[in-house]
């Protein structure tokens, strides 16, 4: 019965054409920023290359030490 609501309502089909739409877009955008820069990664010196990947990975990490410091913390020395 939900099913046949959802499937029948032209109210659902907008909000799943919107959420389509966005989810298209990111992924261009994220497509269109991350190719150029893996092209120029992939034609650095392997030392530059390391050093500009430890510049874009570093702030993703920024959350993980940030919880096992408050782990840390937390749980002690026990």
């Known amino acids: 019965e939900n099913y046949i609501e959802v499937l029948s ?9 919107r959420t389509f739409a966005i989810a298209l877009a990111t992924t261009l955008i994220c497509a269109a ?6 092209y120029f990664l992939s034609r650095m010196h392997p030392f530059w290359r390391s050093v500009m990947l430890l510049v874009v990975l570093g ?18 020395n026990k």
């Open 33 to 38: 920023i991350g190719l150029p820069q893996a």
């Open 9 to 17: 309502d032209g109210y659902f089909y907008e909000i799943f054409g």
């Open 59 to 76: 702030p993703l990490l920024i959350s993980v030490v940030v919880r096992t410091l408050g782990w840390a913390i937390l749980l002690g």
